[in-house]
C-alpha cells in the first residue's frame, strides 16, 4: 500500500510539470516590444521605398539590400511610397501587393509581410522621319536609354541633296550629314527633308531654314511656302562662288543667304575680305575686276590695257569665260557700266568656309572679293 501512494504521488507532481512547462511557453516567446508583424521590402532595380505608419507616423527607409531589409512595424496600416533614382521609374509592386501600381499605395500589415518595389530606367522615342528622296538611318520610332546619345544618318540619293533638317520643330541653320541627340532625358522629333539640286520646298513658317545645294541655304523670317530654286553661276574669280536664286512665294522680313566658298589659295585676310552682294546679273559681278563694288570706267581700262597687251592673260579679266582677254570683254564691261550693287554681308565663318547676308528680294548673290584685296 505504501509503494502505491507514492507512485500516485509521483504521477500527480509529474503532471503538474509538464503543465507548468506547457505554460511557460508563450511567456518565452511573448513579443515584448509590442504586436509582432514584421515587414520586408526587396528593391528591384534602382530606387527606394518609405513606409509610414498611418495612427503613429513611425517612419521607415527601405533601399536595395542582400537580403532585403525587414522591420518590425507593428499591427496597422502604413503608407508605402515608392521614390525612383535618376533616370529609373516607379514600375509596379509585386509580393502581397501584386498587381497594382498605385504610389503612394496604403498596405495593412501582417506577421511577415513581404513587398517588392519594381524599378525600371527610364527609356525615350526618339521620332525618325524623312521626306523627298533620300533616307535616315535609323528610323521610325527609336528607344533611347536615358543620359544615353543618338545619331542619325542622312543619305540622299542620286542627283538629290539635304533641303531641311528639323529637330524638336526647329530648323537647323548648319547644313550636316547627321546629327546626334546627347544624354538623351526626353522624347524628341527629327525629320530631314530631300529635295532636287538646286530646288528646296519651303513649308510655311518662321525661321524657316532650307538649302538649294551643300553650297547655299536660305532662312525665311516668315513666309507662307513654295519653292525655291538656285543655280551656280560661273565666277572666274577663284575662290568665289555666285548664284542665281528666285522664289515662288510671298515672304515677310528679310532672308539670310549663306554661301559656301573655297578657300583654296586664300589667306585669312583675304576670306575675311569677301562680301556677299547682291547684283543684277552675272554679267555686272564679273565685270567689277577691281572689286569695289561699282562697274565704272576703271574697269574698263583694266580689261581694255589687258588686251593692248596682247598675249597677256587673267582669268579674272576673261568676262565671258571664253579663254580669250578681248574686245567682246570690254563691250561686256561697258555695256554694265553703273550696274547696282548691294553688300549685303552679315558674317563670314573662316572655319567653315561660309558667308551669309541679309537680302529682301532675290536676284544674282555672289562671294565678291572686297575693295583692295587685290
Same mark, same amino acid.
Request: glycine share 10%.
Given at each position: 500500500? @505504501?509503494?502505491?501512494?507514492?507512485?500516485?504521488?509521483?504521477?500527480?507532481?509529474?503532471?503538474? %510539470?509538464? @503543465?507548468?512547462?506547457?505554460?511557460?511557453?508563450?511567456? &518565452?516567446?511573448?513579443?515584448?516590444?509590442?504586436?509582432?508583424?514584421?515587414?520586408?521590402?526587396?528593391?528591384?532595380?534602382?530606387?527606394?521605398?518609405?513606409?509610414?505608419? &498611418?495612427?503613429?507616423?513611425?517612419?521607415?527607409?527601405?533601399?536595395?539590400?542582400?537580403?532585403?531589409?525587414?522591420?518590425?512595424?507593428?499591427?496597422?496600416? &502604413?503608407?508605402?511610397?515608392?521614390?525612383?533614382?535618376?533616370?529609373?521609374?516607379?514600375? %509596379?509592386?509585386?509580393?502581397?501587393?501584386?498587381?497594382?501600381?498605385?504610389?503612394?499605395? *496604403?498596405?495593412?500589415?501582417?506577421?511577415?509581410?513581404?513587398?517588392?518595389?519594381?524599378?525600371?530606367?527610364?527609356?525615350?522615342?526618339?521620332?525618325?522621319?524623312?521626306?523627298?528622296?533620300?533616307?535616315?538611318?535609323?528610323?521610325?520610332?527609336?528607344?533611347?536609354?536615358?543620359?544615353?546619345?543618338?545619331?542619325?544618318?542622312?543619305?540622299? *540619293?542620286?542627283?538629290?541633296?539635304?533641303?531641311?533638317?528639323?529637330?524638336?520643330? &526647329?530648323?537647323?541653320?548648319?547644313?550636316?550629314?547627321?546629327?546626334?541627340?546627347?544624354?538623351?532625358?526626353?522624347?524628341?522629333?527629327?525629320?530631314? %527633308?530631300?529635295?532636287?539640286?538646286?530646288?528646296?520646298?519651303?513649308?510655311?513658317?518662321?525661321?524657316?531654314?532650307?538649302?538649294?545645294?551643300?553650297?547655299?541655304?536660305?532662312?525665311?523670317?516668315?513666309?507662307?511656302?513654295?519653292?525655291?530654286?538656285?543655280?551656280?553661276?560661273?565666277?572666274? @574669280?577663284?575662290?568665289?562662288?555666285?548664284?542665281?536664286?528666285?522664289?515662288?512665294?510671298?515672304?515677310?522680313?528679310?532672308?539670310?543667304?549663306?554661301?559656301?566658298? *573655297?578657300?583654296?589659295?586664300?589667306?585669312?585676310?583675304?576670306?575675311?575680305?569677301?562680301?556677299?552682294v547682291r547684283t543684277d546679273s552675272i554679267e555686272a559681278l564679273c565685270s567689277d575686276v577691281n572689286y569695289d563694288l561699282a562697274v565704272d570706267g576703271q574697269d574698263v581700262s583694266i580689261v581694255a590695257n589687258a588686251v593692248k597687251q596682247g598675249d597677256w592673260y587673267k582669268r579674272a579679266l576673261d568676262i565671258n569665260n571664253d579663254g580669250f582677254v578681248d574686245e567682246t570683254d570690254i563691250h561686256i564691261v561697258n555695256v554694265n557700266k553703273g550696274a547696282?550693287?548691294?553688300?549685303?554681308? *552679315?558674317?563670314?565663318?573662316?572655319?567653315?568656309?561660309?558667308?551669309?547676308?541679309?537680302?529682301?528680294?532675290?536676284?544674282?548673290?555672289? @562671294?565678291?572679293?572686297?575693295?583692295?584685296?587685290?
Amino acid at each position: 500500500m @505504501v509503494k502505491r501512494k507514492v507512485s500516485v504521488f509521483a504521477s500527480t507532481l509529474l503532471l503538474f %510539470c509538464m @503543465v507548468a512547462i506547457a505554460l511557460s511557453i508563450p511567456l &518565452v516567446q511573448a513579443d515584448v516590444g509590442g504586436v509582432g508583424k514584421f515587414l520586408t521590402i526587396e528593391i528591384v532595380g534602382e530606387g527606394s521605398v518609405t513606409a509610414i505608419k &498611418v495612427e503613429s507616423g513611425e517612419t521607415w527607409d527601405f533601399y536595395w539590400a542582400d537580403p532585403p531589409i525587414t522591420e518590425k512595424v507593428g499591427a496597422g496600416t &502604413v503608407e508605402l511610397e515608392a521614390f525612383a533614382s535618376n533616370g529609373w521609374e516607379f514600375s %509596379c509592386w509585386e509580393g502581397d501587393l501584386a498587381g497594382t501600381s498605385e504610389n503612394p499605395k *496604403d498596405y495593412k500589415t501582417v506577421k511577415y509581410g513581404y513587398v517588392i518595389a519594381v524599378f525600371i530606367q527610364k527609356t525615350f522615342t526618339i521620332t525618325a522621319s524623312a521626306a523627298g528622296n533620300g533616307f535616315i538611318d535609323p528610323v521610325g520610332e527609336v528607344l533611347v536609354e536615358y543620359g544615353t546619345s543618338q545619331t542619325f544618318e542622312f543619305t540622299p *540619293d542620286e542627283g538629290n541633296h539635304i533641303s531641311a533638317i528639323i529637330v524638336d520643330g &526647329v530648323y537647323l541653320s548648319s547644313l550636316v550629314q547627321s546629327y546626334t541627340f546627347y544624354d538623351v532625358t526626353a522624347d524628341h522629333m527629327i525629320e530631314v %527633308c530631300f529635295s532636287a539640286d538646286g530646288t528646296a520646298t519651303v513649308p510655311a513658317g518662321t525661321s524657316v531654314t532650307v538649302f538649294l545645294s551643300s553650297g547655299a541655304g536660305l532662312t525665311f523670317d516668315d513666309t507662307d511656302g513654295g519653292t525655291a530654286t538656285g543655280e551656280e553661276e560661273y565666277y572666274p @574669280v577663284g575662290g568665289a562662288t555666285a548664284w542665281e536664286i528666285s522664289v515662288t512665294f510671298d515672304f515677310t522680313g528679310g532672308v539670310t543667304v549663306t554661301l559656301h566658298y *573655297d578657300d583654296t589659295g586664300l589667306s585669312l585676310i583675304d576670306e575675311l575680305n569677301l562680301r556677299l552682294v547682291r547684283t543684277d546679273s552675272i554679267e555686272a559681278l564679273c565685270s567689277d575686276v577691281n572689286y569695289d563694288l561699282a562697274v565704272d570706267g576703271q574697269d574698263v581700262s583694266i580689261v581694255a590695257n589687258a588686251v593692248k597687251q596682247g598675249d597677256w592673260y587673267k582669268r579674272a579679266l576673261d568676262i565671258n569665260n571664253d579663254g580669250f582677254v578681248d574686245e567682246t570683254d570690254i563691250h561686256i564691261v561697258n555695256v554694265n557700266k553703273g550696274a547696282y550693287f548691294e553688300d549685303i554681308t *552679315d558674317g563670314i565663318n573662316t572655319d567653315l568656309n561660309i558667308i551669309w547676308g541679309t537680302t529682301y528680294q532675290f536676284s544674282i548673290f555672289g @562671294v565678291h572679293f572686297g575693295p583692295g584685296a587685290f
